[in-house]
């Protein structure tokens, strides 16, 4: 397992850009595949993205397609999720998580604290 820790949250109107980070502890980085999740107030935790371990496949849900992309730099032992054309439907706790399976249905064994987006109408 590793430890994560996300960054970057916060409150942007609609149509803003926000850039999260989860930073990662250990050595091991470069084997897991990364995701990115989220939970509204009320709803199921949703996968908004997956990048593999190099980071040559990623996946979106119809939802994000298009807007939101993660990238991943495994000397920094880092993953992004850059967002833009914000919604008020994006609003919602951020977490990352780390697996080694790709796939927003693989089984993520280490999960971040979660970082809060609020996107105001």
């Known amino acids: 397992q590793v430890r994560l820790v996300e960054s970057g949250g916060g409150s942007v109107q609609a149509g803003g850009s926000l850039r999260l980070s989860c930073a990662a502890s250990g050595r091991t980085f470069s084997r897991y595949a990364m995701a990115w999740f989220r939970q509204a107030p009320g709803k199921e935790r949703e996968g908004v993205a997956v990048?593999?371990?190099?980071?040559?496949?990623?996946y979106y849900p119809a939802s994000v397609k298009g807007r939101f992309t993660i990238s991943r730099d495994n000397a920094k032992n880092t993953v992004y999720l850059q967002m833009n054309s914000l919604k008020p439907e994006d609003t919602g706790v951020y977490y990352c998580?780390?697996?080694?399976?790709?796939?927003?249905?693989?089984?993520?064994?280490?999960w971040g604290q979660g970082t809060q987006v609020t996107v105001s109408s």
């Open positions: 990048i593999s371990w190099s980071g040559g496949m990623t």
């Open positions: 998580a780390a697996s080694t399976d790709y796939g927003l249905d693989a089984e993520f064994g280490s």
